[in-house]
Every structure is written in structure tokens, then in C-alpha cells.
């Protein structure tokens, strides 16, 4: 039965870390957008994230971010220094043309760094897009 389920991956969807500043801390940090460069809106939106290296391994977040419009982003949750060599993953889960889509992210250990920086879709803005 449960082979009989078609999740479709998605496409046009993409997670990325930018380096911005933060007042709160005075200085420029990490964060993660969910980027919807689609053509249409997607809903009901979810991002499952953790991280996690050899010896050690982060929470579970979940972060439910409802609707999205297109060619638009939305920042998913700030990441700590200390986590940048673990193995970071994002699960996107949401429903756009009456279907349900999902996939997977990743950064790999250190892939997060200010000289793997390019440029990104929607964002106008510098930073990295996870695999």
C-alpha cells in the first residue's frame, strides 16, 4: 500500500544559509531561508531540521511556515557557529497543484562558510544553497 503513495520531489524549492547582521548580537550571523522559486504558491508548509557530527547531535525543530508565494522566501530559523561542522539536514514538506511534495536538504560538515558563498535565486543576495 504505502508503495502505491506517490510524494513527488519537489522542484524549485531550495534551502539556503545567508550571512547577515544581527543587532542583537552585533555581528553577522548565519540563517536559513526556505527560497520558493516556483510559479505558483505552495501551502501548509513544514521544515524539519537537525544536525549531527560523530559524537554528538542537535534537537529536532520543527517550523511551520503556512503559505508561501512565489518567487518569495522566508527566513526558517537562525544557525549557531557551534553547529557548522555537524552535518546540518533540512526536510521540506508542502502541497502546491493538490499533491503533496517532499525533500530533503543538506550541508554537509563546514559546507557553510563565507568562501563557498554564490549567488542566490529570489534572495538577491549572497550565501549557500544546501544539496
Same mark, same amino acid.
Given at each position: 500500500?504505502? *508503495? &502505491?503513495?506517490?510524494?513527488?520531489? %519537489?522542484?524549485? !524549492? ?6 547577515? +547582521? ?5 555581528? $553577522? $550571523? +548565519?540563517?536559513?531561508? @526556505? !527560497? =520558493?522559486?516556483?510559479? &505558483?504558491?505552495?501551502?501548509?508548509? @513544514? !521544515? ?17 511556515? /503556512? ?6 522566501? #522566508?527566513? !526558517? ?7 557548522? /561542522?555537524?552535518?546540518?539536514?533540512? @526536510?521540506?514538506?508542502?502541497? %502546491?497543484?493538490?499533491? @503533496?511534495?517532499?525533500? *530533503?536538504?543538506?550541508?554537509?560538515? =563546514? ?5 563557498? #558563498?554564490? %549567488? ?9 544553497? %544546501?544539496?
Amino acid at each position: 500500500m504505502r *508503495k &502505491d503513495i506517490e510524494i513527488p520531489k %519537489a522542484e524549485n !524549492v531550495h534551502i539556503v544559509a545567508v550571512k547577515e +547582521w544581527d543587532k542583537d548580537f552585533t555581528e $553577522q $550571523q +548565519w540563517y536559513i531561508y @526556505l !527560497v =520558493n522559486n516556483r510559479e &505558483d504558491e505552495i501551502e501548509t508548509v @513544514l !521544515v524539519l531540521s537537525r544536525g549531527k557530527s560523530e559524537d554528538k547531535k542537535t534537537s529536532t525543530l520543527r517550523h511551520g511556515l /503556512g503559505k508561501i508565494k512565489p518567487k518569495t522566501s #522566508v527566513k !526558517v530559523e537562525f544557525i549557531p557557529t557551534e553547529v557548522l /561542522g555537524f552535518t546540518n539536514e533540512y @526536510l521540506v514538506t508542502f502541497f %502546491a497543484e493538490s499533491k @503533496l511534495f517532499e525533500r *530533503k536538504f543538506i550541508f554537509k560538515p =563546514n559546507s557553510i562558510s563565507e568562501e563557498k #558563498v554564490t %549567488a542566490l535565486p529570489v534572495l538577491e543576495s549572497d550565501g549557500i544553497l %544546501a544539496k
